[in-house]
């Protein structure tokens, strides 16, 4: 069973973590990720907000085709993805994700894959704000270079 969350409020990855785990009876492995708010800019400024605006159908959209895509390719049994938007102060968690599989490495490289996936290709935008002013991150190179590994 997969979940795909939304949401603009904080969350605690430890009890998403519970939730998942429980009723889990197919798997022999979990693996799990949590992304934080940085404490700096990519300018290495002091981050004061970091600010994600989405798509409500289009980022649930690409959302579930990032986790389908994983589903398939490495054999998960079950996907829990929980991923933040609006205003996000340094230290909160922006992303939660976990897979359920019968293996630990397929767990494990389905979440590396899921990550890859949301950095490069989901509808997310993202503005980081801090004492100089605000700036809109893109896509480094090398989050593209983690995307095409799976290739």
Do not use: C
Request: glycine content about 6%; aromatic content about 10%; charged content about 25%.
């Amino acid at each position: 069973m997969d979940t795909i969350r939304l949401v603009n409020v904080a969350f605690a990855p430890d009890r998403e973590l519970d939730y998942f785990v429980t009723g889990l009876w197919d798997a022999g492995a979990v693996a799990s990720f949590v992304g934080i708010a940085r404490p700096t800019t990519a300018a290495g400024d002091p981050l004061e907000l970091l600010f994600v605006d989405h798509h409500p159908r289009l980022t649930r959209r690409s959302l579930e085709t990032v986790a389908a895509a994983a589903r398939d390719r490495f054999d998960i049994t079950a996907i829990r993805l929980i991923h933040r938007y609006g205003d996000i102060l340094p230290s909160e968690p922006i992303v939660f994700v976990a897979a359920a599989a019968e293996h630990r490495r397929q767990a494990f490289d389905a979440v590396d894959f899921i990550m890859d996936g949301l950095k490069s290709i989901t509808f997310f935008w993202k503005r980081e704000d801090g004492s100089r002013g605000s700036a809109w991150i893109e896509p480094t190179a090398a989050d593209l270079r983690s995307l095409m590994r799976w290739s």
